[in-house]
């Protein structure tokens, strides 16, 4: 298989390797209540997902294309079955949840499906097909990842009542406000009537933006700021999912 775009180091079967190793870990620990990768003592935990990352990539490379396939089907059945809607969970998606290290489970499932679409779109940039772009797959990836927002500007300090819009123009596209509360920033699904700061991208850039497969820079590049451009800019440092894989350097921060 060819190497996929964008991840240099990797093909594609390897970021299918990845997806599968996700559906197993999930199951294990989340369905089975198994606990057994840690960090090493002084091992930072960004340094232990690309440990793990990569021992689990480099093993899955002995497994055959087909029996991949065969692998991710089923798994992927099991993980759509596990879980309920009143369930909780711990979650890498903490930074937007109600309570530190604790989300309910309609948004661990939500920053499931964001990796997973991710992944596939990548795999179809690379193989040449048409990716899940249309509204209804599109819409809930750029909706879970500017959850983020918040966490994004929490060191950035305002008065009270101040917004900043951020307005995502095509497929799944939208808007959403970040207002400034006391004490933190909070995230709102409507327009503002005078936000501090209007920061406009399209569906695309928005996505490969959240998930690092572009720079701040570059999307500033495709943007449209309005009003003040330190809290656009702090907007446009936004990642949305925080997988470490192989070659981190080139791959970003999926």
């Given at each position: ?14 970021v ?7 559906h ?5 620990i989340?369905?089975d209540g ?17 440990r ?25 059945d099991?993980i ?43 795999i ?7 990716g ?16 983020a927002l ?16 951020v307005?995502?123009?095509g ?16 995230l ?13 991208l399209?569906a ?7 998930t ?16 003040d ?8 440092h936004?990642v949305?999912?925080?997988w470490?894989?192989?070659?981190r350097e ?5």
């Amino acid at each position: 298989m060819e190497p996929a775009n964008n991840l240099s180091g990797l093909n594609v079967k390897d970021v299918a390797a990845h997806v599968l190793g996700e559906h197993i870990g999930r199951l294990s620990i989340h369905r089975d209540g198994f606990h057994v990768l840690h960090p090493a003592e002084g091992e930072a935990f960004p340094g232990f997902l690309d440990r793990i990352n990569e021992e689990w990539v480099i093993a899955v490379r002995r497994i055959s294309p087909p029996m991949l396939i065969d692998l991710l089907s089923t798994f992927g059945d099991q993980i759509v079955r596990s879980g309920g809607p009143s369930a909780w969970t711990l979650s890498a998606a903490r930074c937007a949840g109600p309570a530190p290290g604790r989300t309910p489970y309609w948004l661990d499932v939500a920053r499931e499906y964001t990796e997973y679409w991710t992944h596939q779109q990548q795999i179809c940039e690379a193989t040449g097909r048409a990716g899940l772009t249309e509204s209804r797959y599109l819409g809930p990836v750029i909706d879970t990842f500017l959850r983020a927002l918040p966490h994004t500007l929490r060191d950035i300090a305002a008065p009270p009542g101040v917004a900043v819009q951020v307005s995502v123009t095509g497929p799944g596209g939208g808007i959403w406000t970040c207002i400034r509360n006391p004490g933190r920033w909070e995230l709102h699904h409507r327009p503002h009537p005078q936000p501090a700061a209007h920061l406009e991208l399209d569906a695309d850039t928005t996505w490969r933006l959240c998930t690092r497969g572009i720079t701040p820079g570059r999307a500033a590049e495709r943007a449209r700021i309005d009003g003040d451009e330190h809290l656009a800019t702090a907007a446009l440092h936004i990642v949305s999912i925080i997988w470490s894989p192989p070659n981190r350097e080139t791959f970003g921060a999926l």
